[in-house]
C-alpha cells in the first residue's frame, strides 16, 4: 500500500531563515533569499500580516554578506540562519 505524502508546511520562527530541501518548492506568498554562488535557497520568516519592504530588503542583504562569507571560509550554509532585527 503506497500513501501519498502529505504536504510540507513551510515554517521556520520568525526573524530567522530556514535552508530548503532542494526539491521543496516554497509557495509564491514567502520571501526566499538564494546563494549566488551554490543556488541554496532560505525561507525568509516573516510576520505575513505586516509587509515592510525595508525590512525584508535588510534581511536579503544580510543573508548575500552571511552566504559570500560562508564560500569565502569554505564552510556551508547553516540550516537556519538568525535575521538582524
Known amino acids: 500500500m503506497v500513501s501519498a ?12 531563515a530556514k535552508r530548503l530541501r532542494k526539491s ?11 546563494c549566488n554562488q551554490c543556488g ?4 525568509i520568516a516573516r510576520n ?3 509587509v515592510n519592504v ?9 543573508l548575500q554578506e552571511q552566504f559570500v562569507w ?3 571560509q569554505e564552510n556551508k ?3 537556519s ?4 532585527e
Open 5 to 16: 505524502a502529505a504536504p510540507r508546511k513551510f515554517t521556520a520562527r520568525l526573524g530567522t
Open 24 to 34: 521543496e518548492v516554497p509557495p509564491s506568498d514567502v520571501a526566499v533569499a538564494i
Open 40 to 43: 541554496d535557497r532560505f525561507l
Open 48 to 50: 505575513p500580516t505586516i
Open 54 to 62: 525595508q525590512i525584508l530588503d535588510k534581511h536579503l542583504l544580510f
Open 70 to 72: 560562508d564560500h569565502i
Open 77 to 79: 550554509h547553516r540550516s
Open 81 to 84: 540562519i538568525r535575521l538582524p
